[in-house]
């Protein structure tokens, strides 16, 4: 039997690191994949917390010329990866009228959240192919309620989540035919880094109402989805978008 390899780009913290949580307690191997240095704070603290079944390796995921020699590194060293999520991403580096938007910024998202992530799936994909049917293989694509959502004052960003929506549609029809499922989990408001700097902003706004369910989002909501999706218990729903985001997302009058 194939052993559980799972995937995670941007893992060592945030949501991916959730969702690495979650993999490991499931049984899963995992290589966690970022542009951090191996000796950061983030990453040890991370590999510490997660215990032996998690390594580490270090690529900037805009550098698709070296997506297949990463790759090649954990088969050799994990085996095939059979779950693969995509989840590195990076905000809009200046938040502000999208009129005064510098191109610099808008290729610097968009090259990381798109078409970073495009060409690293695409690099798993063409593996997965390889790999025996009859062991379930799954993409999950974290994008955000950006994708839909409008937010002015970072239209870089919410471009590139919603083109990631198309991407996680495309490599759904692609891939069905090969028994290889593939998910769009679009997070809300998720209590992490990135999102420290407007805690207080959104605090006030969620206790009184902004999201239904009157909290923050955590890793742990995302990573307790991903593990169905990799185990293979929503097979036939491939190509589905889970909103994750406490009802923030459904219209109301």
Avoid at 68 to 94: H, I, R, Y
Wanted: glycine fraction near 10%; include cysteine.
């Amino acid at each position: 039997m194939m052993s559980k390899i799972a995937l995670v780009t941007g893992g060592q913290s945030g949501i991916g690191l959730g969702v690495a949580e979650a993999l490991i307690g499931a049984g899963y191997k995992v290589a966690l994949v970022s542009l951090s240095n191996p000796d950061a704070r983030d990453v040890t603290e991370a590999l510490e917390r997660l215990g032996p079944d998690a390594s580490y390796y270090s690529l900037d995921i805009r550098d698709v010329d070296h997506h297949s020699d990463v790759m090649d590194q954990v088969e050799a060293e994990l085996g095939p990866v059979t779950t693969f999520v995509s989840n590195a991403g990076v905000p809009a580096k200046m938040r502000g009228d999208m009129l005064d938007l510098q191109p610099e910024n808008f290729d610097f998202v968009l090259g990381v959240n798109l078409r970073g992530a495009f060409f690293l799936a695409q690099e798993a994909a063409r593996r997965m192919l390889k790999l025996p049917e009859e062991t379930y293989r799954s993409i999950s694509f974290i994008t955000s309620v950006s994708a839909e959502m409008v937010s002015i004052e970072r239209a870089e960003y919410c471009i590139s989540k919603s083109g990631a929506t198309m991407m996680a549609q495309l490599f759904a029809v692609r891939l069905a035919p090969h028994g290889i499922g593939v998910f769009e989990i679009r997070p809300g408001i998720i209590e992490t880094g990135m999102t420290a700097g407007v805690k207080d902003k959104y605090t006030t706004r969620i206790e009184n109402g902004l999201v239904p369910a009157k909290r923050w989002g955590q890793p742990e909501d995302i990573g307790s989805t991903v593990v169905p999706i990799a185990e293979g218990q929503m097979a036939f729903a491939t190509g589905s978008v889970i909103s994750l985001d406490g009802g923030l997302s459904i219209p109301r009058l």
